[in-house]
């Protein structure tokens, strides 16, 4: 009997080596190498372990990330392949605006930090 | 109605002209205190004038409207005031200026509300002040203060330094804080501040060297946003200036209180403020909310500035909850209960001055008006369309409308 | 002739506003949660953040007052905010300056009972080389008194550790014969074996009790067998008993949860109303010893646990509104962190990690973990967490071991991918045990790891509650306060 979606949602999660071949949904996204930093795809790869894997490939002045939906998903419910694009857009979305961010508030950051425990190789000796 | 502390003197005579101003100490013509130089015997009938010449007092002053004839009987120094200034009382202290004959008082012994004006100069120039600052050189009333600590009663519980800014003579100030902390040891001491002078670490570090046992100071924070604040107290910078003042003090083991004046800028924000205060300076010992004391400044800005209390009752539990619960100690200042939630009553304080502090007639019925700030009598004072005697019917009805 | 200037004259040109940083995360379809550097939440549109970013807020618009009173936005030229963050900072991480308070004592491997779930080796109760020592006893108190802490607690853990009391008896006496610190006690037993001597002891010096409660009486069996099957019907006597003579407060519940917990929890927490107690800490299943043999832990994956967190914490809520005071306790911390600077004393959700640093366990044959679940992990056979013997280690040799050092910087939050954007990360904290036994490494992938989501899906929740519910909120912020 074919496994349906809504059959996978009543099972109880069986051990791994006993999962039917499920179909894999693969979906490429690219992005221009001149405009998308290789980092910000890294990290949104990091945040889509567990739901997909994701290998980047240089072609030409294109990034191409294949992404391929885990054989053993954290989440119940799988994505298709426009979910899962969508899902991957809007990582590299916020990564790229981290980026931003950081980038904009890292020396602040700094002096904040610096502030905040510089002091303390002076003063071993407050009471605190 | 408004007790008079300021005046001038019907005539007086036997004073110097190798100075400029006296300050001088009231005693009842019975006192067996020590006598001082500064020290004038009260006298308000001629049977009294008599009895301290008798009593070989060197300096009289005497509050009658009747005119004075001595005839020749006394050479000491004389002031005679109105009749109007009959709360006069041993212990009290006055300045004296000797050319005018202007005087004010300076110290009432037996008011729980002793307040010095350090100077009318100040940094800020607030939509609401009560003080409205001058441009004047007026250091010489820091001077004049220093010279009544030692007159002031040891015995006296709290004082307070107010202006203009206090701190605009820092160096002075401190001076004067430091005769304080040597002459009023058991008198905890209070200075009203816009804090901006702390922000500079040299102030604060002579305010901590200061080592007084029980010096508060408290700072107004309008705001949880720079240019609202800076609108309020018409100064750009301030708020940057104000909280950095605060860190510092703390920083230092300083007591700071802050306090959030309440009109139609900054009661519709109050509990953002609170909940930002909440947040931000939990550390702070003790956070004031308060009326608005409609006089100086705040006459000019009604328009702007005037809100009834009902309206900002809401926003104001709310905040009191947010501060207490981050530990806060938090009272509300100058609103009478019956304009408040009832879960503010236990932090609402009798807490204006007494020389300015009044009931209406609603109040005579009331229930609380014992435990109740009442009202201003300063400036044009408006009412809240909520006052009302709280009595045990109202409750009834209370708990019905409910 | 007094001039006075309207709001606009006092506001700072853009050029002269700079951002302050902060973290994010996308919570729906334009919609964004924002925490600035010491945790304060804030949530933000697409177009809001995206403005906020490119520094288009201007006073009067909304934008700039929700950001500036959130420390987000600053002028360029102002102090007082830096300077406030970096005292916030500070206060948050000030739990460092209390290095390791709390000392874990195995006095005994020895049990009773024999719980599935139970990372403890199951000995039988008259094999006594299970037992510890007084010499290591006495060795292990040097190493807890060296701690630079001014107040320690001491808890004694076992097996069941009342099985070897008398050695209970002379560490209290040794730890208060030493000066220089303050002490708290805990017995952390299933009080099958309380007796009038150990009450009475208890009392004389200031001990507390903490025991087992799994839930109703079926329940808690199921998760404890003992030889008689009365593991609750003893839990709830010795509660009683302890509490007639020591004081209603001095004697705590904690419960395990296991899947057979996880659609019950209702039941649960009855039955913690039934008893009197004043809240009940619901806790998630730890993945060490047994638990991992016995396949426990592969029964339930974090979501379902959220589903019976979320339950519960709902049901506490609602017993709340109907005037019982009653909390969640792992909610009051989070939201302790969440809502105030106070460094909480919880040692397992701090980064710097808690492990060493916040508490030491010895075990019964002399060996010294970073934690309770890195003892449990060499019960199975990995020592990552064996900082080392108190034969031939003193407090700095264990706690400047490289193991220890390791595992810590390892798994800082503030550094980690994932974490280190995160905008719950400083309410969050590092746990290197829990990461290597899942995972393999101290640091772990937080994408597959169930402690982030079960931490993500908590937060979340509690966010919720405060924004949409007054009467919860006012409930929630209670527990937070001081």
Known sequence: ????????????????????????????????????????????????????????????DRYVCHLVSSANPQKRVPLSSDELKERFLNLVTDENLRSRVAEKTEGVRNVILALAFGGLAANQNDAG | MTLPLYGTALQSTG????????????????????????????????????????TEWPSILVVSDDPIDLSGAFTGRLIAVSAKYDYFADGDVIGFDHASGKFRTLYRRNSAHNSFLVTERCNNYCLMCSQPPKNVDDRWILSEIK??????????????????????????????????????????????????????????DAWKDIGHPKLMAAIPVYASVDYVHDHVVQAKGAF??????????????????????????????????????????????????????????????????????????DGL????????????????????????????????????????????????????????SGFFTTGRPRFSRGIRAITSQRDRLNALVD | MARFSPPEAFS??????????????????GQ????????????????????????????????????????LVTGTNQKAQRQLLAARLRSRMSFLQQTTPLHIFVVTLRCEHSCPYCQVSRQSTDRSRFDMSEQTAMRALDIAFASPSARIKIEFQGGEPLLNFPLIRTIVAAAKARSGKMLDFIIASNLALLDDAVLDFCKANDVQLSTSLDGPADLHNKNRPRPGANSHELAVAGIQRAREVLGHDKVGALMTTTEASLDRVDEIIEEYLRLDLDGVFL???????????????????????????????RRVLEINRQGTPFREFYAALLLTRMLSDRPIGYVDLRSPAGAGLGALVYNYDGSVFASDEGRMLAETGDDAFRLGHVEHDSYNSLILSDKLIGAISSSLTQCAPECSTCVYESHCGADPVYHHATQGDALGIKPLSAFCSRQKGIMSLLLDILESSPEDAAILRRWAAT
């Not at chain 2, 308000?44 to 008798?54: C, Y």
């Not at chain 2, 804080?177 to 002459?183: N, P, T, V």
């Not at chain 2, 109050?270 to 909440?278: H, L, S």
């Open chain 3, 12 to 29: 700072a040109a853009t050029r002269d506003l700079s951002l302050l940083p902060f973290n994010f995360e996308r919570t729906g379809t």
């Open chain 2, 317 to 372: 539990a709310r905040a009191v909850d947010h501060l207490r619960a981050a530990g806060v100690n938090v009272s509300v200042y100058n609103l009478p209960k019956c304009v408040l939630p009832k879960s503010v009553w236990p932090h609402a304080l009798q807490s204006i001055s007494d020389w300015k502090n009044g009931f209406v007639e609603e109040c005579d019925r009331c229930d609380e008006k014992h435990a109740c």
């Open chain 1, 1 to 60: 009997m074919p496994l349906t979606r809504r059959m996978l949602h009543m099972r109880p999660m069986p051990p791994a080596a006993n999962l039917p071949a499920a179909a894999s949904i693969k979906v490429d996204v690219d992005f221009d190498t001149s405009i998308q930093s290789l980092s910000a795809l890294d990290a949104a790869a990091y945040r889509l372990i567990g739901t997909a894997t994701c290998q980047i490939e240089r072609v030409g």
């Open chain 2, 15 to 54: 004073f110097s002209s190798d100075k400029a101003r006296s300050v001088i100490r009231l005693r009842s013509i019975e006192s067996v205190a020590e006598r001082h130089l500064a020290d004038f015997a009260i006298a308000r009938t001629s049977d009294d004038i008599r009895r301290a010449i008798k």
């Open chain 3, 283 to 313: 806790r998630p299943l730890s993945p060490f010893g047994f638990a991992i043999k016995t396949k426990q832990f592969a029964k339930y994956d974090a979501e379902k646990w959220l589903a019976f967190y979320e339950r519960g914490l």
């Open chain 2, 147 to 204: 010279e009544s600590l030692p007159l002031i009663d040891q015995a006296t519980r709290a004082l307070t330094f107010t202006g203009g800014e206090t701190l605009s003579d820092w160096e002075d100030l401190i001076d004067v804080l430091k005769e304080c902390r040597d002459r009023l040891p058991a008198t905890a001491v209070q200075v009203l501040t816009n804090g901006r002078a702390f922000s500079n670490s040299r102030i604060v």
């Open chain 2, 240 to 313: 940057d200036e104000t909280i950095l003042g605060i860190l510092k003090l703390k920083d230092r083991g300083q007591r700071v209180e802050i306090r959030v004046v309440l009109h139609a800028l900054t009661a519709p924000i109050i509990e953002d403020t609170g909940r930002w205060i909440a947040r931000n300076l939990p550390f702070v010992d003790h956070v004031a909310l308060m009326g608005l004391e409609n006089t100086g400044f705040a006459i000019a800005n009604d328009a702007m500035l005037w809100m009834d209390p009902v309206d900002y009752g």
């Open chain 3, 32 to 71: 964004y949660l924002v925490a600035n550097m010491v945790g304060d939440f804030i949530r933000l549109t697409e177009d809001e953040l995206r403005r906020l970013v490119d520094l288009q807020a201007r006073p009067g618009d909304g934008l700039y007052e929700k950001a500036y009173a959130a420390h």
